[in-house]
């Protein structure tokens, strides 16, 4: 068992490090080294914080070995330099963070050979240490991706197209009222804002089996609703008018109707696939628009989770067995999200399609710790932005990978973001 779970590691571990190689080299060095957004880090500062971190946790932490580039540790620091100063701070050249990324996996291997995997250390039962450094890294790899699709200029990445839909998904699913588990204590790499599993009261209520689409977005659009503040909040009224929101980011108005620009390439909007990149105050006026709201994280993960003829909450909509291509738009596999009704396989018990992968959903919910919970390994992870401007997004994107993405696992962002790959599906009370 010992020795399966660390072949998985590195597998997972060589994945990683594919798709981050895979989005560096993509660009040259004056790219990686610019800035192509204010919100984003350059290309790498990133390359070399997941090396960075990789060496704290698993080099020193783990393996207790000799620091390698202690020097560097307030650079790559995240908590010590907002995204906006990082280009001006003495970064590591390109050459020069390969190398020690490079360096740095090289003893990670070797700490993997030895480490011993068990109850005794909480950091590797299970190789939750590991299993840490894998989706950091994942999740860097998916804001890589996303400056990728800010920077200007021509096409560097490609992919295949998502598949078509397989049947008509419209409409509602009910949830039935009642108790289940939210969270997990079972899942070994879950991180410690997943915990602990806990029993969750939830009135009835609907939800779309589907993701609001392009064309579903585009009739709000049409209607007016970006003009009409009986739709907005106060807030978000306020934040649309300062900012000048009138569509989707990265869609581009022309004569003949809407055009998105999608990593270099600009196309038609295409209209049964959901919609991406718009901020929680898009999706709670389009909500209000639709006479229903943005389900609570509560009813989020009850619909992705609870299976109501086995009376207990499952890892995934479709069971607990790990993602497949099947199942779900994950991984970087395609540049985009797929369209509604491409993933049948991936539905929940409820008929709910699309919960994993294809775009980050927004909730109602604000970030807090489960009751309960503990911080582990570190605060900075979760609890330190426990309670801030920030809502929860569940369910992933197509940039996620399957090592970060969960129906457990907990995204959050400020409400005005829009440069993630996020959408969102309605729901109303029963």
């Known amino acids: 068992m010992t020795d399966d779970l660390r072949l998985s590691i590195a597998a997972d571990l060589e994945r990683a490090r594919a798709r981050t190689v895979l989005l560096t080299d993509a660009v040259d060095d004056d790219d990686l080294t610019r800035q192509h957004s204010p919100l984003m880090s350059p290309l790498v500062w990133d390359l070399a914080h997941v090396g960075n971190q990789e060496e704290l946790w698993l080099v020193r932490d783990v393996g207790g070995r000799d620091p390698l580039r202690q020097d560097i540790d307030e650079l790559y620091d995240a908590f010590k330099h907002a995204r906006r100063d990082r280009p001006g701070l003495p970064l590591l050249d390109p050459a020069e963070a390969r190398a020690y990324t490079a360096q740095v996996r090289d003893k990670v291997f070797d700490v993997l050979d030895r480490a011993r995997f068990g109850p005794e250390s909480r950091l590797l039962d299970g190789g939750f240490a590991f299993g840490m450094i894998v989706q950091h890294e994942q999740q860097h790899d998916e804001t890589m991706l996303a400056t990728h699709q800010l920077r200007a200029g021509a096409p560097v990445l490609t992919a295949p197209p998502p598949p078509r839909a397989r049947q008509a998904v419209s409409g509602e699913a009910f949830i039935e009222a009642g108790r289940f588990t939210m969270g997990t ?240 599906r309605c729901a109303r009370d029963a």
């Open 185 to 424: 204590d079972t899942e070994p790499w879950a991180l410690d804002n997943e915990r602990p599993a806990h029993p969750v009261d939830v009135p009835a209520f609907w939800i779309d089996t589907a993701l609001v689409t392009n064309g579903d977005y585009l009739a709000f659009m049409d209607s007016g609703g970006y003009d009409d503040p009986r739709w907005w909040s106060e807030r978000g009224w306020a934040h649309r008018q300062s900012s000048g929101l009138e569509a989707p980011l990265h869609w581009i108005r022309d004569a003949g109707g809407w055009l998105h620009r999608r990593f270099g390439r600009v196309t038609p909007v295409v209209l049964d696939e959901p919609v991406v990149h718009v901020c929680y105050f898009e999706a709670e006026a389009y909500a209000a628009w639709a006479g229903k709201r943005l389900p609570t994280e509560a009813e989020w993960e009850k619909a992705a989770r609870w299976d109501p003829s086995a009376g207990r909450s499952r890892r995934y909509p479709w069971g607990d067995d790990p993602p497949e291509a099947r199942h779900a738009n994950l991984g970087q596999r395609h540049l985009g999200p797929a369209p509604a009704g491409a993933y049948p396989d991936g539905a929940s018990p409820q008929g709910v399609h699309q919960l994993i992968g294809d775009v980050w959903e927004w909730t109602s919910s604000g970030f807090h710790g489960y009751p309960g919970f503990g911080a582990f390994p570190y605060r900075e992870y979760s609890e330190v932005f426990f309670g801030g401007d920030y809502r929860v997004l569940r369910g992933g994107s197509f940039g996620t990978d399957t090592a970060a993405c969960r129906g457990t696992f907990r995204n959050w962002d400020h409400p005005i973001r829009r440069q993630i790959f996020s959408g969102f």
